[in-house]
């Protein structure tokens, strides 16, 4: 297909059918029914899967698309946000377009297809960030609030569709059920994330602080390792850049990681001595483009330059977290001491197999 200019016409028949799929019902799936289905990937399995993502997908990807059609205050035209709605049309018609799976083969090629929508969508976050920074200026509170909400409605989607496809392409996995781990050692990943954290920390300031991690290092349990990853590297990270800046040239003390096994949840503790955050700033951690670090998208680059790592700025990073943990019922709270530190609080759900999926 052709390359497209963002926000370049579709097909009016196209525009129609993305409205006729996003009137129809989203069907929610269970957590303990994906360990279960998981358990067992048979080639049957298999096929069930792909059959009932070929049509769940396209609804859920065509409610987005109307979504982003119909956005306040202009959103809807800015040029960042038309290329993210463009690529929920191209996944649609993706999805539309490939033919009723009736085999394995079909599974296979599907399996490949919905690979490709997940990395299609990988710039969504720093894409509409974007377009929301161009609103960003002068918006009043009852502004900043409608966006926000949006916004979590959104993004939480966005889990939750990725969720699907990474539990099918992970069935094709004999390690795991599928992109749940039965057995994941959060000492493992909160090691494994740290690691990437400083490393972007290396690249942005040329040193980062050490990384010291306590736990039972055999403890085990049911958690999706992406989603952990993904929320400890940002905590990570927030706290680096906060000790780095702090200390500059001196010593650098380490950032702590605790991970502790409860009977109701599992909670990751990240702290830091990186100076800490006024109280009157609290309120604004977990909104959307709040951040402490300039922003790099006052630099007015293209949407393409986003591809590595920053350490902050976008002020996506904690609300984003904090979805991924409320999406498996956890939450991430903070805790900051101005003139000395902050301390985040991961907590993950131990009853992750009887949680419903959102449907937001």
């Known amino acids: 297909m052709a390359a497209k200019k963002a926000g370049e016409s579709f097909s ?16 929610g799936v269970s957590l303990r029914y994906m360990v279960e289905f998981g358990s067992k990937p048979t ?35 800015k040029p960042a946000v038309l290329k993210v709605r463009d690529w929920y049309i191209d996944s649609f018609r993706d999805l539309r377009s490939f033919p009723d799976i009736k085999n394995m083969n079909d599974e296979k090629e599907f399996t490949e297809m919905i690979k490709a929508i997940k990395v299609r969508h990988k710039n969504v976050v720093p894409t509409m960030a974007m377009g929301v920074q161009q609103l ?55 090691r494994n994330a740290s690691e990437d954290a400083r490393s972007v920390c290396c690249r942005e300031y040329g040193s980062a602080p050490d990384v010291h991690i306590y736990g039972d290092p055999d403890f085990t349990f049911l958690y999706v390792p992406a989603h952990l990853h993904l929320m ?8 680096l850049r906060a000790v780095q800046e702090r200390f500059m040239d001196v010593a650098l003390p380490p950032v702590r990681i605790i991970v502790a096994d409860g009977i109701e949840d599992v909670t990751i503790r990240v702290s830091d001595e990186g100076g800490g955050i006024p109280r009157s700033a609290l309120p ?15 630099d007015d680059l293209g ?21 991924y943990a409320r999406y498996f019922g956890g939450d991430l709270q903070t805790i900051s001491m101005e003139g000395y530190g902050t301390d985040a609080y991961l907590h993950l759900s131990r009853t992750l197999g009887d949680s419903q999926q959102p449907l937001p």
């Open 12 to 27: 009016k028949s196209l525009i129609e059918e993305v409205h006729r799929w996003g009137c129809l019902k989203q069907t």
């Open 43 to 77: 080639n049957k399995n298999l096929l069930i899967s792909a059959q009932f993502l070929h049509k769940e997908l396209a609804i859920r990807i065509a409610r987005r698309a109307i979504e982003l059609e119909n956005l306040p205050y202009g959103l809807s035209l």
């Open 136 to 190: 960003k200026k002068g918006m009043d509170p009852k502004i900043v609030y409608e966006i926000h909400q949006f916004l979590d409605r959104f993004y939480m989607s966005r889990i939750g569709i990725r969720m699907l496809i990474g539990q099918h392409v992970g069935l094709h996995n004999p390690n795991c059920v599928g992109y749940i781990h039965i057995k994941m050692s959060p000492l493992e990943v909160a």
């Open 232 to 239: 400890v590297f940002e905590l990570v990270k927030n706290s």
């Open 284 to 298: 604004k951690l977990f909104t959307y483009l709040y951040s402490t670090a300039k922003n790099p998208l006052d």
């Open 303 to 323: 949407v393409e330059d986003y591809n590595v790592t920053i350490m902050a700025g976008y002020g996506y990073g904690l609300p984003i977290s904090r979805l």
